[in-house]
């Protein structure tokens, strides 16, 4: 059942699934038999697509991204347990990012507005990493 926040259906134009689908293609994820994500060879998940991949979980019931060695390894359910935890603390280490960096732009547009000054390249920066620019 459709449980995605309003701000993840907003960012992925939800509750359609084609453009986070086709955003983790574009990004050459692998969509296992179970559902599950399993990122490219050598490629650091960003805060964006762990976005993705929070949406197709929250609003699709996909499954969640593996560590790419746990998910080659044909593991047992121990195995698939931790990775699934370790997403968890990704996603809520990536939360907390996002967050901070929010605040972080809300305090540089204030300071400012506040003092008549251009928009700078750091604000714009910040904007492009929260996915606002």
Not at 81 to 94: C, G
Request: charge should be negative.
């Amino acid at each position: 059942m459709p449980q995605a926040s309003e701000e993840l259906r907003a960012k992925w134009y939800g509750p359609d699934d084609r453009y986070a689908l086709g955003y983790l293609d574009g990004r050459e994820y692998t969509l296992t038999k179970d559902w599950n994500w399993i990122a490219p060879p050598g490629v650091t998940p960003t805060v964006r697509d762990l976005s993705a991949i929070a949406f197709m979980t929250n609003e699709w019931d996909y499954g969640v991204l593996l560590k790419r060695e746990l998910a080659e390894c044909k593991g047992d359910r121990d195995s698939f347990q931790w990775a699934a935890i370790r997403v968890k603390e990704e996603e809520a280490r990536a939360e907390r990012y996002r967050k901070a960096l929010h605040a972080l732009v809300e305090d540089m547009e204030l300071v400012l507005s506040h003092d008549g000054l251009p928009e700078s390249d750091a604000l714009r920066a910040a904007r492009d990493a929260l996915g606002e620019g």
